[in-house]
């Protein structure tokens, strides 16, 4: 999409703002970045955390990599998709951030799932230990959204399954470069990989029950 001859950093004048908001690794941000200073542009990495829904509602959180003064210059831009809009630092510092971000979301995910399997599996009354999760100190937006999903078997695209085993696999080669092993990240990729293996991948990543469930 950027580079190359029929890229879009090919048809970029000098002085564009060049704005990556996808979910990628810090070493492809910062080649991009280099290219795109390279060419007498400005750079931001702005990946965002907010579903489909936060998208629609105009409620993104912003994480941007990059200069003041650059930001700046798009913030009129970025605002209206926005509910925040939260520099971090330098190029590359938004995008570790959210892969850290979606690390932490896809361990609760999955310890969710196990959490769940068991109070299924135990004979306990599901509706009521939910709630008593959802309410406590385990309940998390992500957690009270999967509860919800889970309990239902809604597993409508909201976010994939394979972009969440995607960026945990993407956070576990930036903790390696950092001498850091995650664990937790690895068994919850670990437990993703299952559910793609079953065919599970294009789902939302609330399918990770799925799994559980069928295990005899």
């Not at 090919?10 to 991009?32: F, P, Q």
Request: glycine content about 10%; some cysteine.
């Amino acid at each position: 999409m950027w580079l190359g001859e029929k890229g879009a950093l090919a048809g970029a004048t000098a002085g564009t703002v060049c704005i990556e908001s996808s979910t990628v690794t810090v070493d492809w941000t910062r080649e991009l970045a280099a290219a795109v200073t390279a060419r007498g542009c400005e750079f931001l990495d702005a990946p965002v955390t907010g579903s489909k829904m936060h998208a629609a509602a105009g409620e993104l959180n912003f994480l941007v990599g990059g200069t003041a003064a650059t930001l700046e210059k798009v913030r009129p831009v970025l605002t209206p998709m926005s509910k925040s809009i939260t520099l971090i630092g330098p190029a590359g510092s938004g995008a570790m951030l959210k892969l850290i971000n979606n690390f932490i979301c896809g361990v609760q995910v999955v310890s969710f799932a196990e959490g769940l399997a068991m109070i299924e599996r135990s004979g306990l009354d599901r509706t009521r230990a939910q709630e008593v999760l959802t309410s406590g100190a385990p309940g998390s937006p992500i957690v009270k959204l999967m509860a919800t999903r889970m309990a239902a078997e809604d597993y409508t695209p909201n976010f994939l399954l394979r972009l969440m085993t995607k960026d945990l696999g993407y956070a576990l080669q930036e903790a390696g470069k950092l001498s850091l092993n995650l664990a937790t990240a690895v068994a919850a990729r670990e437990s993703f990989q299952k559910s793609i293996t079953a065919g599970d991948g294009e789902k939302d990543m609330s399918a990770a029950i799925k799994i559980l469930r069928a295990q005899s």
